[in-house]
């Protein structure tokens, strides 16, 4: 098993903890829960294989993304309540999760042929979809719109695995720096609070 | 007409009727009731056959399932004050509804030649994802994730169906044995109120 | 640059700026606001076009359309103390873009072989259903199921485009025509508060 093997799982993990929590929140029942945790962490990647017209979708010829998930749903329930106390490694875990997931989609669109712009929304799509349609089925407006470096640190890191690829970078080292990055600029937002201006002058 | 295609059109026309009063009691113009009831009775079937790539998606090609749910709106629609009243045979259509899509589910899932846990997860979408489409377009958290026998009826007779089929049993009796016991699991679980173990102490 | 094309273009820098402002009122950030109207401009035609199996779907090989699309956002971030000002205006484009995507997606249903009313059904789809989006993303029931002279101007225009194509009608007064039905329908139907009679005795 590679080293990005190995994050990409924790990257798996986070998200498919961080859908669970929100689901058990709302006091789903058990199957409930596994559907939005599933939902967050295979999400994105779920719509990006359908837009782009890989079928059938990634998830089902990938059974270990199941399992994963699935082992995580169980985790969350013996654990439901230390999820609050590990909110920092969970978030590490997100910031991880979506670095990755911003790479493996410009990869797929660069393999399909698709322009730099679409690659790098395929990004995005990747990485903040699932949490998208976690909250869509939660019943609340996606939390993603109203937290900008989040899907602002996927857009900087598309891009830049896009550029050097481009400039002819190796693979062992354009697929690391992006994701570092986009981990990086999300850590050091959140850190220091940083945030697009605001357009609304009125206060909500 | 077999008894199958008889019993599939009584399926489609349970969740077009559990759509179209869902809809109505939200007073939806006649528009978005034709819309709720079609997403209801076609959604999870839709969605199902975007995941596997079979596309253009089934009620394409299938005109009769569309003129089955606009009959089935018209009859809501004039019958409206009744539906209250026969709401226990809705239930029992209802019931077999999800008996039979979940084998279609998990037979197209086979016929993809996909992993077992994949065509059960393929019956438990065909069959309930058409009720949490409607609920999303309603603007409430779907009532599946709230219900868990509905979903473990479908995963138990997925399995089955699977099952069965490996161990060489013929089609005419694996597709009557696995759907007749999703419809006896999800009668006897609302007859006899019996729920998966709650994972929650706190009463909500 | 044909008149079609600049036609299209203000149909789709209206659902854009639709989109845009109804996201401002809900005060989404600016990278939620361009998704929110993304989705509401270019949404109707993704969803027609994964149903149907147009993969990678339209706005893919077609960037004009994205930037048509945040140009039209940052032209709403600039001016969005007087978007209600020109809200006749932007109405008026709201109908010729409806009028426009309807004709673009029954054609595409004839470009596949597909049954009549199944054209019909993806003209409204491509004309109603970004709309149907925005909605579901901004947390509401979608407008558009209480709004049905919307989508009846939509089948009215359909069911004409299909009609005079079957009767051998040339391209160059088939669409026009159908794109013109529709808008007119629309326009006279909010001008004169023309609306389908209402199901529900009981006032809301």
């Known amino acids: 098993m590679t080293v990005v093997e190995i994050v990409d799982i924790l990257g798996t993990v986070a998200f498919a903890i961080s859908g669970a929590s929100a689901a058990m929140r709302r006091k789903l029942?058990?199957?409930?829960?596994i559907i939005v945790?599933?939902?967050?962490?295979?999400g994105g990647g779920?719509?990006?294989d359908v837009l782009v017209g890989i079928e059938p979708v990634s998830w089902m010829t990938n059974p270990n993304l199941i399992y994963t998930i699935l082992?995580?749903?169980f985790i969350s329930f013996l654990f439901r309540r230390y999820l609050v106390k590990i909110s920092k490694t969970l978030f590490l875990f997100?910031?991880?999760g979506i670095g990755l997931y911003t790479v493996v989609g410009v990869e797929i669109g660069i393999t399909a042929?698709?322009?730099p712009l679409i690659c790098v929304t395929l990004g995005c799509i990747t990485a903040c979809f699932g949490g998208v349609l976690r909250d869509v089925l939660l019943n609340k407006i996606p939390v993603l719109f109203r937290r900008n470096i989040y899907a602002t640190a996927c857009i900087i890191g598309?891009?830049?695995?896009?550029?050097?690829?481009?400039?002819?970078?190796?693979?062992?080292?354009?697929?690391p720096s992006a994701?570092?990055?986009?981990i990086l600029i999300r850590l050091l937002a959140v850190t220091y609070k940083i945030e697009l201006p605001s357009p609304y002058k009125v206060k909500s």
Do not use: C, E, H, N
């Open 94 to 96: 997100d910031a991880i």
């Open 46 to 48: 779920t719509i990006r």
């Open 29 to 33: 029942d058990p199957f409930g829960v």
């Open 158 to 175: 598309g891009f830049m695995y896009f550029g050097l690829k481009k400039l002819g970078v190796p693979p062992a080292w354009t697929f």
């Open 71 to 73: 082992i995580s749903v």
């Open 179 to 182: 994701a570092i990055t986009v």
């Open 37 to 42: 945790s599933f939902a967050t962490a295979a």
């Open 113 to 115: 042929g698709l322009p």
